[in-house]
């Protein structure tokens, strides 16, 4: 099958953007359209997380694409002279911090299977660049499969100003998720005490003060019989919290087999962080980001 046939092809500085023409697998899909590339390199590039299919991270060899979706390809560190972030942006630096835009799938810290492709090391390793002695801290996380806004520090004093009084200093946090169903109150909130499992799930407790509270509030942006799109904000940071919460309400949030849900219509996890608004550390000045809400959550929710 020719390539013409199955893809379009765009180029910008520092990847490559393809249109997928008809149904087909991911790793096929990047052989064809890389055809003057090894096997093994195609595969070395899928691995390290340089392919994103629409708004996703994706490194599933076999992950099934259809016609319409947009594959982009990071090229190769050394083609872009080692200043490619894989899986994320930059949206503001300065002396004490580094705002980012995490795309799902990232990791934000180290785990015991997976050491380098994360947000904080590859950080750590850009502002390393200007200077060997450079850090990066984390200050809070994201799951693997939340997309959005996320913030680390770049000093052990920025750090501790940030998450001593983080709830102080964060003035707004806003995500976006997309649930299952259609949700019975157009505006709520949910409280619960949360607690983690021995299988390390996390669940609302029956008993009260059983467990650390957790506040959710919720806001109908659009829905239909199927979905609904909530804008939720979150009063406390809990392990998962929006994630229980949206099971305790009975509208688990899309992709979310962990906590209920039964359908992935978007292929990824429904929950991205549009905002985050805080207290610099230092200067004492309000910055506010905000990432846009991925398109494949706009595109599902009528």
Known sequence: MSKKHKSTNKKQANSLIYTVKEETELLPFLLESMSNRSRNSVKSILTRGQVTVDDHIETKHNYSLSAGQTVTILKNKAAVKESALIGMSILHEDEDIIVINKEAGLLSIATEK??????????????????????????????????????????????????????????????????????????GYVSSWIKESKTHLMYSSPTRNDGQHAITHYQVIRSNKDFSLLDVQLETGRKNQIRVHMQDLGNPVVGDKKYGSKQNIIRRLGLHAKVLAFTHPTTGELLRFEAKVPKSFLVKSK
Do not use: C
């Open 114 to 187: 997976e050491k380098k492709q994360t947000a904080h090391h590859q950080l750590m390793e850009y502002v390393r660049r200007e200077d060997p002695q450079n850090r990066i801290f984390v200050v809070h996380r994201l799951d693997k499969d939340t997309s959005g806004v996320m913030m680390f520090a770049k000093s052990e004093k920025a750090k501790r100003t940030l998450q001593d009084a983080w709830k102080e200093n964060v003035k707004e946090r806003t995500y976006v998720a997309l649930v299952e169903g259609e949700v019975a109150k157009e505006k």
